[in-house]
């Protein structure tokens, strides 16, 4: 079983929707959650970074983690058909050591 | 804006022959990251740079992948002899020594 479970879709909705993107995981260590997006033969961006449980919000985005269900959420509102894109969450036990990603969800917004 | 340098972005090999990929971190940052992403999954890390020291290659094929970051800025890595298997987007990140992580455009490998 992977640490890290990402559903990797294709999501598809019509402009203007929310996206709703989720992981799950199984370590209980892990501190720091991330969210990426990353366009097709592109590096990872980083959308969103937090520590320990709690909502953040940026623009659009709103991140949200749940330590006690270890399940964190990544919304996206009036999406745009520039958000089509694959969403990576990431997270880490510490604060430099390495990222445990999920596999990733392929984002599709149609006009 | 600072960013993440890699190259070359796209690399076709043989089978046994050897490649290197090269990084420039963003200036200041003094932690490194390779990380192997294979189409359709996330990002694998290979091996963790503190300047010039190795912390993490736990992942890292060592009987044919080296890597290298000398004076504590670049780092080279290199596969000896490539396999087919080893087709994949090769990225690099860096960081300040707590912090978030920057991803580069990556190097797309792909063998024959």
């Known amino acids: 079983q992977k640490e890290v479970e990402q559903d990797p879709g294709p999501l598809s909705v019509p402009e203007g929707a929310i996206v709703s993107l989720n992981c799950t995981y199984s370590?209980?260590?892990?501190?720091?959650f991330m969210w990426y997006r990353q366009y097709s033969r592109k590096g990872p961006e980083l959308l969103m970074y937090?520590?320990?449980?709690g909502n953040k919000e940026d623009g659009r985005f709103t991140a949200q983690v749940d330590k006690s269900s270890k399940y964190i959420s990544l919304f996206i509102r009036d999406s745009q058909p520039s958000d089509s894109a694959t969403y990576l969450c990431?997270?880490?036990?510490?604060?430099?050591?390495?990222?445990?990603f999920g596999a990733g969800t392929q984002v599709v917004v149609t006009p | 804006e600072a960013e993440v340098a890699q190259s070359p972005r796209y690399k076709i090999t043989e089978k046994s022959q050897a490649v290197a990929f090269w990084c420039d971190p963003i200036?200041?940052?003094?932690?490194l990251y390779w990380y192997r992403q294979i189409l359709g999954q996330g990002p694998e890390l290979l091996v963790q740079?503190?300047?010039?020291?190795?912390?993490?290659d736990s992942q890292l094929p060592k009987d044919r992948f080296s890597a290298e970051r000398l004076k504590g800025v670049d780092s080279t890595l290199k596969i000896q002899p490539a396999e087919l298997g080893d087709s994949a987007m090769y990225l690099c990140?860096?960081?300040?020594?707590?912090?978030?992580?920057?991803f580069g455009p990556g190097t797309r490998l792909t063998v024959l």
């Open positions: 200036s200041g940052h003094a932690t």
């Open positions: 370590n209980s260590a892990f501190q720091y």
């Open positions: 990140a860096s960081s300040p020594s707590r912090g978030e992580q920057f």
């Open positions: 937090t520590y320990s449980s």
């Open positions: 740079f503190q300047d010039e020291s190795v912390v993490d």
């Open positions: 990431a997270m880490r036990s510490d604060s430099w050591g390495k990222l445990q």
